[in-house]
């Protein structure tokens, strides 16, 4: 599966957990933010400190998320979350490999320090904050990068 290209529909700043969310999904940045807002407000983020999640709502960009929270996102729109053990902190380019030798019908979202980062189930395409759409892999940009959580996602239904 490839990655959605990204209809960004607000003047706001998108930063990487949603853009993440938006590739792998295809749903509306700004719909993936206002749900964020709302489990947040609600305590459903995956945040485990209620007055942290409430704290964070306070704010309309949504500059920080969790491992965890992107999980309750996607949970929350639909979508099954496999995290796969990430031993050894594999690099980017090694992960790609590991996808083109064994492609996979559904998209991941790598976390990065603290960077987070949409890749295609084949390992072609790869969307980030920098890139804004998805492009190939055959940049390099962060195939360098130790991956220290990895996020397969796959539509319910």
């Given at each position: ?34 749900l ?111 991956i ?9 239904g």
């Amino acid at each position: 599966m490839l990655l959605h290209r990204i209809n960004f529909d607000n003047r706001d700043k998108l930063y990487c957990g949603p853009h993440a969310i938006a590739a792998a999904t295809g749903l509306s940045p700004q719909a993936i933010v206002e749900l964020i807002t709302a489990q947040r407000i609600l305590g459903r983020s995956g945040i485990e400190e209620p007055a942290t999640a409430r704290r964070y709502a306070k704010f309309t960009d949504i500059k920080y998320m969790r491992f965890e929270e992107i999980a309750a996102t996607l949970r929350a729109i639909g979508y099954k979350c496999h995290a796969g053990p990430i031993e050894g902190r594999p690099k980017v380019w090694q992960f790609i490999e590991s996808l083109a030798k064994n492609p996979q019908p559904y998209p991941h979202i790598l976390r990065i320090s603290g960077h987070f980062l949409a890749l295609s189930g084949c390992g072609r395409q790869i969307a980030d904050t920098v890139s804004i759409q998805p492009e190939a892999t055959e940049g390099g940009r962060y195939h360098g990068s130790s991956i220290t959580h990895a996020l397969s996602i796959q539509a319910i239904g």
